[in-house]
DNA sequence: AGGAGAAGTATACCGGGTGCACATTTGTTA
DNA sequence: TAACAAATGTGCACCCGGTATACTTCTCCT
């Protein structure tokens, strides 16, 4: 569905790309709040007017990718293995993703994709806005979750469990990452931590706190 | 704490109070957006300038004294009976929060706080904002755990899970009250359903997802 | 070949937020 | 009581993110 492409097309995405890197690596250069989008229109040879045709904010320069996956959570228990429960689905999946050292599970070594993530965390309008795009997530989450559980409530409180344990084994190992250890190193640790996760999701946390 | 007031302090407080309550009834008027803070200086009597000197954003003139709470759980962890739990501390907690209408239930029938409310979740500059105090709140919740659990990722995810929780039941309230449930209808339920997601987190979700 | 419509530009504008120099007020000390 | 230092408030100019408008340039289709 992404080869309709006359030369308009190609255009197009060349610009949008040419944007998005020119304003990524003067982010990772300078940091995020001393680069103006003027900046940016500059480095792309294009006039600021056209940054904001193709991304609706500066903040979407560097989101625009990581907004893609907000449903992936709400795919996996949409589509999982017959038989399979959604919290099994959910944790296979994770672990999956710190296997390819995906971007979400904060695992990676691919240092454009680390400093990326850095540069996220490290600038609260960025956190900021990528928490708004997880909320969306966890919407589409509560809806799948829904469509198999027709509780009034309880979809909703798995899915905010859900969703917040995901993002802090993710933060958790971005953590360790950024600190130097390195994704090989740090794999079978995360793993077994996200299995421990999943576990207290399935069992519940009150054998330590209730 | 709060009186080594001479006039100069008594005048400060007075401004403070001055220009928040001018920037809250203009925005419950006319909406965050159509007001600029230009608006709240005059509607105040002071100038823009002296807006940003008490309120270092536009999003604080509503959100500070939210931001005052945001250590709450932390601090009922901290501070809870000897023997009992913490989750059985924060669920006693907030169920009193229901029969108090405290706002961060989402359950209060005050005009005030209910229009204030609706306000924040309805304006995403704000609820953005929000997320980022719920965020410093969730923190000082992993710490408060940490200091009976030395498990090095137990009490982070704990903490995620609760405060997601806690916020998913008061959307909920909100929701209801918002589309005009009253408060003491809603009591009983909101009741419940606090105690049952609490349940959920004592004894897990694999009952139903696992 | 030529026209409809998309893509890009220049310019001016708005509102949030800051730096700076100056005026006013308050607390203190002589 | 006079006078000075510090705190507080003001006005102004400025930067930046984001939008509206009107205009030019390009691509596609017939």
Redesign the interface.
């Known amino acids: 569905m992404d080869e309709p492409s006359g030369l308009r097309e190609r255009k197009k995405q060349r610009t949008h790309q040419a944007i998005s890197d020119a304003a990524i690596a003067l982010f990772l250069d300078r940091g995020f709040d001393a680069v103006s989008v003027r900046d940016v229109a500059e480095a792309a040879e294009v006039s600021k007017r056209t940054v904001f045709k193709y991304f609706p904010t500066k903040e979407d320069l560097v989101l625009h990718r990581v907004a893609d996956h907000e449903d992936e959570s709400a795919r996996v228990v949409r589509y999982r293995e017959p038989g399979q429960?959604?919290?099994?689905a959910l944790l296979a999946h994770f672990v999956a993703g710190l296997w390819n050292g995906d971007a979400i599970t904060g695992i990676s070594d691919n240092p454009q994709v680390r400093q990326v993530y850095e540069l996220i965390t490290g600038t609260?309008a960025l956190?900021?806005?990528l928490?708004?795009y997880a909320?969306r997530g966890e919407a589409a989450l509560t809806t799948a979750?829904a469509e198999v559980?027709f509780?009034p409530?309880?979809p909703?409180?798995?899915a905010?469990?859900i969703?917040?344990?995901q993002?802090?084994?993710s933060?958790?190992n971005q953590r360790l990452i950024t600190s130097g250890t390195r994704a090989a190193a740090r794999l079978p640790d995360a793993i077994t931590?996200a299995e421990?996760?999943f576990a207290?999701?399935?069992?519940?946390?009150?054998s330590?706190?209730?």
């Open positions: 429960s959604p919290l099994d609260p956190a900021e806005r928490l708004r909320a979750l559980d509780d409530i309880r909703a409180l798995t905010a469990a969703i917040a344990v993002r802090t084994l933060e958790t931590e421990r996760a207290l999701l399935r069992d519940g946390f009150g330590t706190y209730g």
